[in-house]
């Protein structure tokens, strides 16, 4: 078996951005922008909840969720939860923990959860022997007081099958697997056809309380 030497693309914006031009996969992708104060604070006022994280890195690191109910801001970092009465004060505390780094702001997504701990699924997609083919396609559960999944992060793996079924209900099973596998095949051929020599891809989904899919991330070097 004849594994791809893949090429690696990092940056988190590149890709959502060359995926946003089909409409299709633009209907499950998460509103994004790339950080500055004030596309924080348009983001916060349109949607309620954001996640920043860096533009480029994995497996949960630097990723941080702020809330604004009121005039009150709640940043999570971690398992640490802050809350600031001004914008000025939240920026000031997002910037000591972001430092220099490039960070986009992602709408946040109220995801189906199982005994109040959300999950998102991980599609793993490899070219072997020049064809794609699926690896794996699993559920992630969040370690209880985290918003990560990450198994990195004390997340617990299950099956895609036994996730749908707890989040949601048994019957939409096969839908949301059908539709994820829709979703992966049309952005593979996507990301290949402007960036060649992908190999390996890792499709993070989350589905929202409705039953909506959404791509949360697209990774070149899958854990």
């Not at 693309?9 to 996969?25: D, E, G, M």
Request: hydrophobic share 35%.
């Amino acid at each position: 078996m004849e594994v791809t030497i893949s090429r690696q693309l990092a940056s988190k914006w590149l890709k959502t951005n060359t995926l946003l031009s089909n409409p299709y996969i633009a209907r499950h992708i998460p509103t994004s922008r790339l950080y500055t104060p004030a596309n924080l604070r348009s983001m916060l006022s349109r949607f309620g909840m954001v996640v920043v994280k860096p533009v480029r890195g994995a497996g949960g690191v630097g990723v941080i969720k702020i809330e604004k109910s009121g005039q009150t801001y709640r940043l999570t970092h971690k398992s640490n939860r802050r809350s600031f009465s001004s914008f000025k004060g939240l920026v000031s505390a997002l910037n000591a923990t972001k430092r220099k780094r490039a960070y986009l702001i992602q709408r946040g997504i109220h995801l189906a959860t199982i005994n109040g701990r959300p999950i998102d699924y991980r599609v793993k997609y490899v070219k072997e022997n020049g064809a794609w083919t699926y690896r794996s396609m699993v559920g992630r559960l969040a370690r209880r007081g985290l918003f990560v999944t990450n198994l990195c992060r004390g997340g617990t793996r299950m099956t895609a099958a036994q996730g749908i079924r707890r989040s949601l209900s048994s019957r939409l099973v096969g839908s949301k697997k059908r539709e994820m596998r829709q979703l992966t095949n049309a952005s593979t051929v996507l990301l290949e056809s402007r960036y060649p020599g992908i190999g390996q891809l890792g499709y993070d989904y989350g589905i929202d309380r409705k039953g909506h899919i959404w791509m949360l991330e697209v990774n070149t070097r899958p854990q």
